[in-house]
């Protein structure tokens, strides 16, 4: 039997530049392992959730950052805390409901108990058990409970927005969005009391890069997304920008809707389809909201963990889960707020089935990522070309172009040494 070749196992990356992107990127499983070392468990933010998801002191919600389970807590204080979801006794992940209210954890196996910060609070027969007389077993004199709670992670809030690190020495959340990114951050969060309009899960059978890529690459939504491309919403003539932090990582493409109709960029793009109508065209009934100014879609891309969309009125976050190298959850928290009418979030709400499993739009992109996988997995050897626009890397004002993927692989190889 053939070995597989060496090259495959201890990967280079062949290329000079980030714009040939070798698809062991996406393949290879101790290039993730290394990913979730140095993107998500140090020296990044990762998302965890929004404050309006636990409103009420002893609410709580468990999510992941990278693969590890962790629980975001609101405290009696009303402080928020992030601990990880593994007991310090013998290691069970305790907490398996998604959300909840309680005023402390108690691991099912032993019943060690926790505050809502981690501390742990409670230990049965921790000084033994009495029985004639005579004082057996419990834990040693030494044991002191404040070394044994669960792992702390650093919390950082900002405007509604819960972001957690396992790295305590992590720069601020803002030095780490860079000023550029941050406007656009604040752009939607800034500082109205959020709604929670629902949510939408589903696992796509890719790399968790790929959805990061889907979102740096304004090229694909006016080919693939018939509703896109025929309605108008983002086409390749749509005024547009994409910005980017000073290391790449970040990214937000920006972008305000044409008139629709025929034009050069439709004709001969098989997905306009010319002769389709809505039965309900409420779902393109959209009103321009003040706080947008001009653009009309701002997409973002939070290294690594992170999407915050806004699509006309639609607003979502969009949480990356990775599960191996080829599979990660995507959570979609689609929220409002607190000053919306009862029309706007009607129309919210309606316009969020663009997105998700099954959105308009998004579905398309969930399946190009699995087909994408399929083609890494059958020749790993191979590499991409992502040159439009050319091979550097920086901001630009059109969207003819995939600079952002570039960047964001100028970054990659950078952190990992490749
Ligand atoms: Fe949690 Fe024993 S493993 S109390
Ligand atoms: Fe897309």
Same mark, same amino acid.
């Given at each position: 039997m053939n070995e597989a070749p060496i090259a495959f196992r201890r990967p280079t990356w062949k290329d000079d530049g980030s714009s040939r992107i070798p698809f062991w990127a996406y393949t290879d499983e101790d290039t993730y392992r290394r990913e979730l070392e140095r993107f998500f468990y140090a020296g990044h933010w990762c998302y965890v959730?929004?404050?309006?998801?636990?409103?009420?002191?002893?609410?709580?919600?468990?999510? !992941?950052?990278?693969?590890?389970?962790?629980?975001?807590?609101?405290?009696?204080?009303?402080?928020?805390?992030?601990?990880?979801?593994?007991?310090?006794?013998?290691?069970?992940?305790?907490?398996?409901?998604?959300?909840?209210?309680?005023?402390?954890?108690?691991?099912?196996?032993?019943?060690?108990?926790?505050?809502?910060?981690?501390?742990?609070?409670?230990?049965?027969?921790?000084?033994?058990?009495?029985?004639?007389?005579?004082?057996? *077993?419990?834990?040693?004199?030494?044991?002191?409970?404040?070394?044994?709670?669960?792992?702390?992670?650093?919390?950082?809030?900002?405007?509604? !927005?819960?972001?957690?690190?396992?790295?305590?020495?992590?720069?601020?959340?803002?030095?780490?969005?860079?000023?550029?990114?941050?406007?656009?951050?604040?752009?939607?969060?800034?500082?109205?009391?959020?709604?929670?309009?629902?949510?939408?899960?589903?696992?796509?059978?890719?790399?968790?890069?790929?959805?990061?890529?889907?979102?740096?690459?304004?090229?694909?939504?006016?080919?693939?997304?018939?509703?896109?491309?025929?309605?108008?919403?983002?086409?390749?003539?749509?005024?547009?920008?994409?910005?980017?932090?000073?290391?790449?990582?970040?990214?937000?493409?920006?972008?305000?809707?044409?008139?629709?109709?025929?034009?050069?960029?439709?004709? *001969?793009?098989?997905?306009?389809?010319?002769?389709?109508?809505?039965h309900d065209d409420r779902f393109l009934d959209v009103v321009h909201e003040d706080w947008w100014g001009t653009p009309t879609a701002v997409m973002m891309t939070l290294f690594p963990s992170v999407i915050i969309q806004q699509q006309v009125n639609s607003v979502s976050t969009r949480h990356i889960q990775p599960n191996g190298h080829g599979s990660f959850d995507f959570v979609w928290t689609h929220f409002g707020f607190a000053n919306d009418s009862e029309d706007m979030t009607r129309r919210r709400l309606r316009q969020a089935n663009l997105f998700g499993p099954a959105g308009f739009v998004s579905a398309d992109d969930g399946e190009v990522i699995e087909f994408s996988q399929e083609g890494f997995e059958q020749k790993p050897f191979h590499r991409t070309v992502a040159e439009l626009g050319g091979r550097e890397v920086g901001d630009t004002d059109h969207m003819v172009t995939e600079t952002l993927i570039r960047g964001m692989y100028q970054y990659w190889r950078r952190v990992m040494e490749a």
């Open positions: 959730g929004l404050e309006a998801e636990i409103p009420n002191p002893g609410d709580f919600k468990r999510t !992941v950052v990278g693969e590890r389970s962790v629980i975001v807590t609101r405290a009696a204080d009303g402080g928020i805390h992030v601990v990880e979801n593994v007991c310090a006794h013998r290691g069970v992940r305790f907490c398996r409901e998604r959300f909840g209210n309680r005023k402390d954890f108690t691991c099912p196996y032993h019943q060690w108990n926790y505050d809502l910060k981690g501390n742990l609070v409670g230990v049965p027969f921790r000084r033994g058990v009495k029985l004639d007389g005579k004082v057996n *077993g419990g834990m040693p004199a030494d044991f002191d409970p404040k070394q044994h709670g669960l792992t702390q992670l650093k919390v950082a809030v900002r405007n509604g !927005v819960i972001f957690a690190s396992f790295d305590h020495d992590v720069p601020s959340l803002e030095a780490y969005l860079g000023p550029t990114i941050l406007r656009y951050f604040d752009r939607v969060f800034d500082g109205r009391q959020l709604t929670i309009l629902g949510y939408s899960r589903q696992r796509i059978p890719g790399n968790w890069k790929l959805m990061q890529e889907n979102i740096k690459d304004p090229y694909h939504p006016g080919l693939l997304h018939t509703w896109f491309v025929t309605f108008g919403l983002w086409r390749a003539d749509n005024r547009s920008e994409l910005k980017m932090d000073e290391h790449f990582r970040h990214a937000a493409m920006i972008s305000t809707r044409g008139t629709g109709g025929k034009g050069e960029v439709t004709s *001969g793009v098989s997905s306009f389809k010319d002769q389709m109508h809505l």
